[in-house]
T-cell receptor, first 115, second 113 residues
Framework: GENVEQHPSTLSVQEGDSAVIKCTYSDSASNYFPWYKQELGKRPQLIIDIRSNVGEKKDQRIAVTLNKTAKHFSLHITETQPEDSAVYFC??????????????FGKGTHLIIQP | DTGVSQDPRHKITKRGQNVTFRCDPISEHNRLYWYRQTLGQGPEFLTY????????KSRLLSDRFSAERPKGSFSTLEIQRTEQGDSAMYLCASSSRWDTEAFFGQGTRLTVV
């Protein structure tokens, strides 16, 4: 099955600086890669996703890049703000079995924005 | 309410008791997933329903676990003879396609004492 590794586990950045979180996956069949943000005590919520037919996607201060050859993808947050503090999870899945296997998540990155 | 709802939000039970959780997905979503999340970890896939059919079960889902989605709408997850290792947050998610946003519920936090 799929295995997703995520680094770092904790990331502390100064407000206004950029943050980068990296993930690798093992199954070359994976072709959908979402990122979820989970605030303390709340549900995971999608912030951005990317499909394997594109290499980069951007939404305001958030961008995701995908390298299919190396099987890794990264989340980039620019101009970080206090409300960006949360745990971020990367995930991967494929349509090999119609998505029946669900999402395989990384272990999460606790992003701390220092004022 | 257009989101995914789960009930109860919290459940404390004694070891050996049975518990049942409910999930109400977004009404137009035919895909429903159950995940388990422990502290400091990402959600782990448990099982998947497409409409009323349970199409996939993780090896994490032991024989003590059973899930249903009888009419293709709400779903229940039952744990029999609970063990302390079952203590976790149980999350339900629904989506319309395999490659679109999975909307998560608030989860049911289970504590087995």
């Amino acid at each position: 099955g799929e295995n997703v590794e995520q680094h770092p586990s904790t990331l502390s950045v100064q407000e206004g600086d950029s943050a980068v979180i990296k993930c690798t996956y093992s199954d070359s069949a994976s072709n959908y890669f979402p990122w979820y943000k989970q605030e303390l005590g709340k549900r995971p919520q999608l912030i951005i996703d990317i499909r394997s037919n594109v290499g980069e996607k951007k939404d305001q201060r958030i961008a995701v890049t995908l390298n299919k050859t190396a099987k890794h993808f990264s989340l980039h947050i620019t101009e970080t703000q206090p409300e960006d503090s949360a745990v971020y999870f990367c995930a991967a899945t494929s349509n090999m079995r119609g998505g029946a296997d669900g999402l395989t998540f990384g272990k999460g990155t606790h992003l701390i924005i220092q004022p | 309410d257009t989101g995914v709802s789960q009930d109860p939000r919290h459940k404390i039970t004694k070891r050996g008791q049975n518990v049942t959780f409910r999930c109400d997905p977004i009404s137009e979503h035919n895909r429903l997933y159950w995940y388990r999340q422990t502290l400091g970890q990402g959600p782990e896939f448990l099982t998947y329903f497409q409409n009323e059919a349970q199409l996939e079960k993780s090896r994490l889902l032991s024989d003590r676990f059973s899930a249903e989605r009888p009419k293709g709408s709400f779903s229940t997850l039952e744990i029999q003879r609970t063990e302390q290792g079952d203590s976790a947050m149980y999350l339900c998610a629904s989506s319309s396609r395999w490659d679109t946003e999975a909307f998560f519920g608030q989860g049911t936090r289970l504590t087995v004492v």
